[in-house]
């Protein structure tokens, strides 16, 4: 039988948050497969390559048959209508998400409207949490390790040594 729900989870994931990857198990459990999808291009300075974001999300979410990381440039609905898919999920941690949320959802829904995007409330102890500020910490040469899943937490432990 094919899949009757195939999900696309887009973002820049740079890094990947443990609050992403709480979407991405809750996500995996709701649909027949989920793509996480990281946006090729977009930054100037970014943290990972997007190979090794890739890579990340692979490792992170390995025990979930169902779920695949993939990368995609150009119209995330172009992307989507590649791929088969027929959602999008996305997550929401605060009001101040939902603007943004709404704009995008209801563009990709009038340029393809058999994409319907799936909205799942983050879990109130990841509300907080963003990959802008996990890099601002990075940067600044704190501890991330528990906002971040031990894949990520190990490519930056070896890239940003801690400070004495
Ligand atoms: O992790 P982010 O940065 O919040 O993800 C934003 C993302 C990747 C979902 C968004 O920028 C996107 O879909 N970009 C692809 C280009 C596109 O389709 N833009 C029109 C959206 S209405």
Do not use: C, W
Request: proline share 4%; no cysteine.
């Amino acid at each position: 039988m094919p899949d009757r729900l195939v999900a696309i989870y887009p973002g820049s994931f740079d890094p990947m948050t443990n609050g992403h990857l709480d979407l991405i198990v809750r996500g995996s459990r709701l649909v027949d497969r989920l793509i996480v999808a990281v946006l090729k291009n977009t930054q100037k300075e970014p943290l990972f390559s997007v190979s090794e974001r890739m890579e990340t999300i692979r490792e992170a979410a390995a025990q979930f048959d169902n779920v695949e990381a993939d990368s995609f440039d150009g119209l995330l609905v172009d992307y989507a209508a590649r791929r088969g898919a027929n959602a999008i999920l996305r997550g929401i941690r605060a009001i101040s998400d939902y603007e943004t949320e709404l704009q995008m959802a209801l563009l990709n829904r009038r340029m393809r409207p058999e994409t319907e995007t799936i909205f799942l409330m983050a879990r109130e102890e990841y509300s907080f949490l963003s990959s802008r500020m996990v890099k601002e910490i990075v940067m600044l040469g704190g501890d991330v390790s528990m906002f971040v899943p031990d894949a990520v937490a190990r490519r930056l432990s070896a890239r940003f040594p801690a400070k004495q």
